[in-house]
């Protein structure tokens, strides 16, 4: 059974830095695209940061480049968000989700009603 599970999430203060985690079951990552999104309060869930499962295709939304970092270790069969220099308006739930249509990679992350499997989230603050 293919699951993935999020961890890494919490309270931060704005300019600060969290790592978030996608450890991936039941699947080889490098069937799939692996895709991180987040839903804030009142709002859509947007695609943030994607990844070809095998490290070979790397998209982010523009809110986040220079700012976030995706990375794959396929030995760990994890995917990672490193999030730096945070900002208030990055609070929100985060999500991974996995699908196996590559091309979404073309529409930065495409759109989260086209991935088959989903994380249960994990929670960001940045609040000072």
């Known amino acids: 059974q293919l699951q993935l599970v999020e961890s890494g999430g919490g309270l931060v203060q704005p300019g600060g830095s969290l790592r978030l985690s996608c450890a991936a079951s039941?699947?080889?990552?490098?069937?799939?695209?692996i895709g991180w999104f987040r839903q804030a309060p009142g709002k859509g869930r947007e695609g943030v940061s994607c990844?070809?499962?095998?490290?070979?295709?790397?998209t982010y939304a523009d809110s986040v480049k220079g700012r976030f970092t995706i990375s794959s270790d396929n030995a760990k069969n994890t995917v990672y968000l490193q999030m730096n220099s945070l900002k208030p308006e990055d609070t929100a739930v985060y999500y991974c989700?996995?699908?196996?249509?590559?091309?979404?990679?073309?529409?930065?992350?495409?759109?989260?009603?086209?991935?088959?499997?989903w994380g249960q989230g994990t929670e960001v603050t940045v609040s000072s």
């Open positions: 989700a996995a699908v196996t249509q590559m091309s979404l990679l073309f529409r930065v992350c495409g759109t989260a009603t086209e991935y088959d499997y």
């Open positions: 039941g699947f080889s990552l490098d069937r799939y695209v």
């Open positions: 990844i070809k499962g095998n490290g070979g295709i790397i």
